[in-house]
C-alpha cells in the first residue's frame, strides 16, 4: 500500500489538489493499492477559490515508497506566499533522504526549494514564477516551459492541470503504461500530454496525434506490451493491414509498433531495476526471454528498440 499525502498550504488551488488526488484515487480504485491523506499546520486550510478544506494535524509513518505531494497556492510572489515552518520543511527533507518521492504541484515547488531538495536537481513551475523561482534558489535548473520534471524522486510539474500529468506519469513508472492508461480512461481525461520529455512515460510521449488505428494499436500493446503481439494479429484488431499499420505508425510516432512495445518494457524494467530487481528477474518480468536483449535497448538510451 503506497502513502499518498498531501500538504495543504493555505489559498492552495483546488485543481493543484483535486486533479492529483484524483488520479490516486481512481487508481486505488481499480486496485492499485493507494491510500490517501491530507495534512497541514492547521485544521481549516482556506482555498483561493473559497472552498474551505479540512485536514489532519498528524502525520501518517512514512515510507521509502511512500509520496509526497505540496499542492500549489495563490502566489504572485513566492516570497509572501506558502508559510510553513522549518518542522514541516524538515519533513519533506527527511522523507527524501529515506528514499521517498516528494512531489509539488505549481508554487509548491517552492516549498520543495526552502526543504533544500531543488539545489543541484532540475525542477519547473507555473510560467509566471519560473524567473522567480531560479532567483531564489540558484543552485537549481529551472526547466522552462514543461509540464514536469523529474530528477532523483523529486518531481515538480507547472500547475493546475499540469499536476494530472506528473500523477499519471508516476503512476505509469510504478504499476506501468497500461495502469496509467486505464487510470485516465476511467478519468476521461486526455493521457498523451508531454511531460519534460527525457522523463516521461513513452505511453505519454507518443500520443500527441490524431491517428485513430495507432491509439488503437498503443491501446493494446499498453495492455499487453509484456507478451509477444505479432504485427498480423495487432494490425487485424485495429482493421488494417500489416502495411498500412506500419506505415501509419511510423508517420505518427516515428517508430514501428514493435520499437514501441521494446521502449514500455525497458521504461518498466529500469523501474523494476531502480527498486531492487536483477536485470535478469527484470528483463523477463517485462517479456524478454533473457538480459541480453534488455542489456542491448538499454545501451541504446532513450530512443532504443
Known sequence: ????????????????????????????DLGYGYRLAY??????????????LRAGLDWPDLGPDDLIVVP??????????????G????????????????ASVCAGADAL?????????????????????????PLAWVVHDVLYTVDDRVVTSAGIASGIDLALHLVATRHGPAAAARVAREMVVFARRNGD????????????????????????????????????ELAASCGVSSRTLTRLFAAATGLT??????????????????????VESAAR??????ARMLRRLRSRGPAAG
Open 1 to 28: 500500500m503506497t502513502e499518498v499525502v498531501f500538504l495543504l498550504v493555505p489559498r492552495l488551488h483546488l485543481l493543484d489538489l483535486a486533479g492529483p488526488a484524483q488520479v490516486f484515487s481512481t487508481a486505488a
Open 39 to 52: 495534512v497541514a499546520e492547521q485544521e481549516d486550510v482556506p482555498t483561493h477559490q473559497g472552498v474551505p
Open 72 to 85: 500549489g497556492w495563490r502566489s504572485p510572489e513566492l516570497r509572501t506566499t506558502g508559510p510553513l515552518t
Open 87 to 102: 518542522a514541516t520543511l524538515a519533513r519533506l527533507g527527511a522523507h527524501h533522504a529515506r528514499g521517498g518521492t516528494v
Open 113 to 137: 526549494g526552502r526543504a533544500g531538495l531543488l539545489d543541484g536537481r532540475r525542477c519547473t513551475t507555473h510560467h509566471d514564477l519560473q524567473e522567480e523561482l531560479a532567483v531564489r534558489y
Open 197 to 232: 520529455e527525457p522523463q516521461a512515460s513513452a505511453m505519454l510521449r507518443h500520443r500527441g496525434h490524431l491517428s485513430d488505428a495507432v491509439h488503437r494499436a498503443q491501446d493494446l500493446i499498453d495492455t499487453r506490451f509484456t507478451e509477444r503481439l505479432p504485427l498480423p
Open 257 to 278: 509498433p514493435l520499437r514501441y512495445q521494446h521502449l514500455l518494457r525497458v521504461e518498466r524494467a529500469e523501474h523494476l531495476i531502480g527498486h531492487g530487481a536483477t
Open 285 to 290: 518480468t517485462v517479456g524478454f526471454e533473457d
